[in-house]
């Protein structure tokens, strides 16, 4: 359960200077220096200070409590959410040679007992537990018989009744602070806008607690939204051209289409597995073992599957349905690329995207003031999808976050789209919804506008509308294209009864010529660029690539390699993989990428050369270096 590890850490309890905490980054994990704000956290926390920490995916959040953790004396509790988290980061502590556990259901009641003798007798760093099993008077007795350290809250944001991962058990996580006021806390999360920022420091009893707000910028992510035409298809092309053997993750709305999108996917050769609730609990931890462990596995999920999937090399993530709200799609796609490489967030989005979130709002049972939230939420979102202008500036903004020039590395930016004045399409569209009885959706009415007199079109006598073939100069595809935005734009409102469109205020606006429409022209081509590409991008910024997101890397990729060197990256991914299947372990556990690809560049000789690169600590040289270097000694 437990592995012994030279902490580099004194026994004062009272604070450590930063050079304590940088040797174990050094020793321990195997990087020179802190990154961002890291160093300034792991100093206030070591020294007994409250903190909230905000920041993305892959910034190194977890080394802002688990060097604390071998600096200060005692054990650290971490409250995290998912058994599967839990595991996966025990594990990785452990091959670091750091004393880790976890407490959950997944242990028997001798290896728990274990745990709790241990956290008592002091012979632990630290313990992962959930939030249900922390609350209860069992392990509440057993930290009052327990030295600590600190506790760290984990996606904190699972505290906010606002917010997509809303957990009523962090509610109770007050009473930590209540029965051991001296113990600092640290709260962490990736996902956090204003108003739930808010309620993480009140709902944990942190209001004086210093607030560390990283940029919520993740720019080694590719954002691409496109029109829907044949999801399926077009998402094939896309893994085809920019992601052949990589692991990534494909997001779908329902249970059916997470099934049927894996079965197809696997007729098409690629390997899937599905994921969502429905799933017996035996097979959603099995394919989720296997897409941990495997390394160019597709996992098709529901929303049910990511929070606490702590894979570092997943390069892709696709949206088939779009999510409720940017807060989501940040958290989600935020599971690409974390270990500081090109990744590529995909998402197709089409009309029955717009209608169905629509009436999912409106058909919500929520409170008049939860339902303006959401609603909020939804324009964020709608608003994302339909800019012609720069995506990373759009979601950033959402955060509170201005980014001043646009980033060069989304698909608005790579592929301007262009604008037009769409005031009197919009008028005829919304001229059509009005004269046929604000009944009917978005194929009915451009038969309509197109004058294509259908047997429902003559049926109801629309063929005799001044709106009948009015809107010939646009093609069907145009048209779908207009009453997208429009709805997405809340001139158009989706009609509960019968699921057609209706009149907003706004739209009869426009209908009177009161308001100018600008409407975006979907693009026709899909440019497809490689990830690699974005990485060339990223660098000429002076952008770099880290392991784990704590130590600074190289710029290149595998990309950018000669065929002697794509040789030797295949041989080390090999090498890894047959270490971390005799260890049953996931492979990035040995090594990230981001590693691999140091080896493939510096192609240290002998000890002293391995020590050197990032992510090698004094636990995986001595464990590790032996078996790569004899596969850089065998290419050269």
Known sequence: MFSYSNRGASDDASGQQPATALDALRTVFGYDSFRGQQADIIDHVVRGGDALVLMPTGGGKSLCYQIPALVRDGVTVVVSPLIALMRDQVTALQELGVRAAFLNSSLGPAEAREVERAMVQGEIDLVYVAPERLVTPRFLDLLDRTRLALFALDEAHCVSQWGHDFRPEYLQLSILHERHPMVPRIALTATADVQTRAEIKDKLGLTDARVFLSSFDRPNITYRVVPKKSERQQMLAFLRENHPEDAGIIYCMSRNKVEEVAAWLNQQGREALPYHAGLPAEVREANQDRFIKSEGLVMVATVAFGMGIDKPNVRFVCHLDPPKSLEAYYQETGRAGRDGLPANAWMAYGMADVVMLRQMLEQSEAGDSHRRVERGKLEALLGFCETPDCRRQVLLNYFNET????????????????????????????????????????????????????????????????????????????????????????????????????????????????????????????????????????????????????????????????????????????????????????????????????????????????????GVGGRKLERYADAFLEVIRQHG
């Open 403 to 614: 980014l001043p020039e646009p980033c060069g590395n989304c698909d608005t930016c790579l592929d301007p789209v262009e604008t037009w004045d769409g005031t009197i399409a919009a008028q005829k569209a919304l001229s059509a919804v009005y004269r046929t009885g604000q009944r009917y959706g978005a194929g009915h009415l451009i038969d309509v506008l197109v004058g294509n007199a259908t047997e429902k079109v003559v049926q109801q006598n629309h063929d005799q509308l001044k709106t009948f073939a009015v809107g010939k100069d646009l093609t069907k595809v145009e048209w779908q294209s207009v009453y997208r935005q429009l709805v997405a734009t809340g001139l158009l409102t989706v009609d509960l009864e019968y699921g057609g469109f209706r009149l907003t205020d706004a739209g009869v606006a426009v209908i009177k010529g009161q308001r100018v429409v600008k409407l975006r022209k979907d693009p026709v081509l899909e440019r497809r660029r490689g990830v690699h590409d974005a990485l060339r991008r990223h660098t000429a910024r002076g952008g770099s690539v880290g392991g784990n997101g704590e130590g600074v890397s190289r710029s290149g990729a595998r990309g950018a390699l000669s065929a002697a060197d794509d040789a030797l990256w295949h041989a080390l991914k090999d090498c890894r993989t047959a270490l971390a299947k005799a260890q049953s372990v996931p492979p990035y556990v040995i090594f990230h990428d981001s590693t691999l690809l140091e080896m493939v560049a510096q192609r240290p000789r002998d000890h002293a050369a391995f020590a050197h690169l990032p």
